[in-house]
């Protein structure tokens, strides 16, 4: 008795700590073909090549059937204990953020200086999208509807649940019927797909990438040597003996520039703190500092980290 009490306690110091992790963030998006479909996209000019871009803003405020869709899966995700952050909200805090920022001004009239990678970071809400398509089937009196739901890592643009079908007919042609007739089945399966992505990562660590650059007049490359050791080779060597297992891929290497996939980091750290990938990578700047190379973070959400060399 005494052992199985002393198991059951260690079980329970177990999910309290998973409990107080940083959990990934989920956020329902209609999917750039429904987008398409439907009118709501942006054009832009990036470097002379005209892109599109879905127009979120637009297909809330258009789209009545959207906005229900959304809800109606957010609720049915939360019915299953995943609570999901709404994008209508997470726009309305962008676009008062923005707003406050315009009239702000210092004692000397100065504007609040706004980088482009300030403005990049306010794009990124969620650190995995869950995107969804659907479309309404008319066969005579009878609706159906056909859809796909998708979880994506938004950091990894790794797919790590999915589900499609379409309902059985019915003469309900009311979009909140259709979507839980059609979805509820599927459900289960897509769920538990996410949950033992939690599991992976609380097994395993959890996945982030990690970009190292230079500023082009840092006195130092990914080259220079340190007592005989390539910097490249350093940094390598520190993300080999900071991650879980020592799982991590190099997947680029160069004189200027390397890039990190499937990077393991813990979820906590040696005094049981939640670790993200700003924090783990706090370890590689504090080393980079002992060799008197200055290095600036730079970070996307929870699991994207970019250091640049050489500087602030």
Same mark, same amino acid.
């Given at each position: ?58 297909? $809330? ?5 959207? $906005? ?39 004692? #000397? ?9 300030? @403005? ?23 609706? /159906? ?41 599927? $459900? ?5 797909? $996410? ?10 660590? @959890? ?10 007049? /840092?006195?130092?490359?990914?080259? #220079? ?14 993300? /080999? ?72």
């Amino acid at each position: 008795m005494k052992r199985f009490s002393i198991i059951l306690f260690g079980l329970g110091l177990s999910l309290m700590a998973f409990s107080q992790a940083k959990k990934p963030t989920l956020m329902v998006v209609p999917s750039d073909l429904y987008c398409n479909q439907h009118g709501y996209m942006l054009s832009f000019n990036n470097q002379g090549t005209t892109e599109m871009v879905p127009d979120y803003k637009k297909a $809330l405020q258009n789209d009545p059937q959207l $906005l229900t869709g959304i809800t109606v899966i957010g609720q049915m995700m939360a019915d299953r204990g995943f609570p999901l952050k709404l994008m209508e909200q997470e726009l309305k805090s962008l676009n008062q953020e923005s707003a406050e920022d315009a009239l702000l001004t210092s004692k #000397s009239g100065a504007d609040v200086a706004e980088s482009p990678v300030d @403005r990049l970071k306010k794009t990124s809400k969620s650190d995995i999208i869950l995107q969804v398509t659907w479309l309404v089937n008319r066969t005579g009196p009878k609706y /159906s509807l056909t859809f796909n739901l998708q979880g994506i890592d938004a950091y990894t643009n790794k797919q790590i649940a999915a589900c499609q079908g379409t309902g059985d007919p019915t003469f309900s042609a009311e979009l909140p019927v259709l979507i839980e007739e059609s979805i509820a089945n599927h $459900l289960e399966t897509f769920t538990t797909q $996410l949950q033992n992505h939690f599991d992976d990562m609380f097994e395993n660590g @959890r996945e982030i990438t990690l970009r190292v650059k230079k500023w082009d007049d /840092s006195e130092y490359d990914l080259e #220079s040597e340190f007592n005989g050791t390539e910097l490249s080779d350093i940094i390598e060597d520190w993300v /080999s003996a900071n991650t879980v297992k020592g799982r991590f891929n190099t997947t680029d290497a160069t004189e200027n520039f390397m890039y990190f996939e499937q990077v393991r980091i813990p979820l906590f750290d040696e005094n049981q703190r939640a670790m993200d990938a700003r924090r783990w990578t706090r370890g590689l700047i504090n080393k980079l500092k002992t060799l008197g190379v200055p290095a600036k973070l730079m970070m996307k959400g929870l699991g994207q980290a970019t250091i640049v060399i050489g500087g602030k």
